[in-house]
């Protein structure tokens, strides 16, 4: 599954960007009858499937402020993993994420003008509906459906589920370096 954005030009003339979850199927092979006779012919083509709305598209990949987690926390990312919770590992990273963007935080969620971010009901709004803030240039996708995808995520014992947390992080805009994702990914072992 993946989100697609689609633009959007209202009648004032203004154009919206909005984001769908799309299902894609891959095809391996296509019937065709001529004359009577059937045959099949290679199509390697994926069909995509709408599964859902997601809501309206905000971009921030241009508007941030790059801060590293011991200059915005005062300690090493390192020394946070090892003392707390998954759940707050997560919350602290995306919220990294969205204080170096230029969100501010009040009490238990992060703001910016009208859109909130409420990390303890994994939510991301706009104060009516459902929104997706676009965070990195290529993918980079905060919406309340990568949140949950991400907080599910409580133990890795494969290298393909390793693979699946970084791809999830990704998806939420969460960018790592090499040493702090295997610290991430050390924590996530020895859970299992």
Request: proline share 1%; glycine share 6%.
């Amino acid at each position: 599954m993946f989100i697609r954005i689609k633009k959007v030009k209202k009648r004032n003339g203004n154009v919206y960007e909005y984001a769908h979850l799309v299902h894609g199927i891959w095809k391996q092979r296509r019937l065709s009858v001529e004359s009577g006779k059937r045959t099949f012919h290679s199509y390697k083509n994926s069909v995509h499937e709408y599964s859902r709305f997601m809501g309206r598209v905000y971009r921030f990949q241009d508007l941030y402020v790059e801060l590293s987690f011991a200059d915005l926390y005062g300690y090493s990312f390192s020394e946070f993993v090892q003392d707390h919770s998954l759940s707050a590992i997560y919350s602290r990273l995306i919220e990294h994420r969205l204080l170096c963007r230029g969100f501010i935080r009040k009490e238990n969620v992060l703001q910016y003008g009208s859109l909130f971010v409420d990390l303890e009901r994994l939510i991301v709004h706009d104060g009516e509906r459902d929104t997706v803030l676009k965070l990195n240039p290529i993918s980079g996708y905060l919406c309340s459906h990568t949140l949950i995808d991400l907080f599910q995520i409580q133990k890795i014992q494969t290298r393909l589920e390793g693979k699946s947390l970084l791809q999830k992080l990704r998806a939420a805009g969460i960018t790592l370096t090499p040493v702090d994702f295997f610290v991430l990914a050390d924590k996530l072992l020895r859970e299992a």
